[in-house]
């Protein structure tokens, strides 16, 4: 059973930076993509930036340039790296991950989830 355990967020001001990590226990070769998404009050969770076959990144336009997605294969851990955060980035952040080669950031796709780090960014 994959367990995803996710940490990093914080609070922080309107252009600064953070880094979320994610560890995946019990990692196998079975998962095809992983991403994260985001939730913020109110809202539907979304996608964010996403990584198939621990190659192909790919982003939502809101974070395209901001936002780097990768993944430490010596212990699986994944990362977000987020620069110049605005307070629209405000959110609970997820690591998931999915048995299929995702394209999209479609919720059907991913099986596992972490359990969500809050990211406040004031202004």
């Known amino acids: 059973q994959v367990e995803m355990v996710d940490s990093g967020g914080g609070s922080v001001e309107s252009g600064g930076s953070l880094r979320l990590s994610c560890s995946v226990s019990?990692?196998?070769?079975?998962?095809?993509?992983l991403a994260w998404f985001r939730q913020a009050p109110g809202k539907e969770r979304e996608g964010v930036a996403a990584?198939?076959?621990?190659?192909?990144?790919f982003y939502s336009d809101s974070v395209k340039g901001r936002f780097s997605i990768s993944l430490d294969n010596t212990d699986h851990t994944l990362y977000l790296e987020m620069n110049n955060l605005k307070p629209e980035d405000t959110a609970t952040y997820y690591c998931?991950?999915?048995?299929?080669?995702?394209?999209?950031?479609?919720?059907?796709?991913?099986?596992?989830w972490g359990q969500g780090t809050q990211v406040t960014v004031s202004s």
């Open positions: 990584l198939r076959q621990g190659i192909y990144s």
């Open positions: 998931a991950a999915a048995l299929v080669f995702s394209y999209s950031f479609d919720l059907r796709d991913y099986a596992y």
């Open positions: 019990e990692y196998t070769n079975a998962i095809r993509t």
